[in-house]
């Protein structure tokens, strides 16, 4: 199950409730900085967009098969 938005940026792994927030509040640019988006599961483990989408769809939290998994697609009351 996905768990909660995260960027990995150097090794280390930082979470928020979007992408956008994570890179605001860690102060992470798009041109400067070399990072990954992804999410974490509900075992922490790292996965990109698009493991994220193919997991998210066999736990049943979207109801669609996608390419990538956005921080919009996982509703509030889904990420513990």
Known sequence: ???IPAIR???????????????TNNKI??????FEE??????DVFVNRREAAEIAYD???????????????ITWKEIK
């Open 59 to 73: 736990c049943g939290q979207i109801d669609k098969e996608i390419c990538e998994l956005k921080s919009y697609h």
């Open 9 to 23: 940026k150097n090794g280390e792994i930082f979470t928020g409730y979007t992408h956008t927030h994570i890179m």
């Open 38 to 43: 992804g999410f974490l599961t509900d075992k």
């Open 1 to 3: 199950m996905i768990k």
């Open 29 to 34: 640019s798009y041109i400067k900085d070399k």
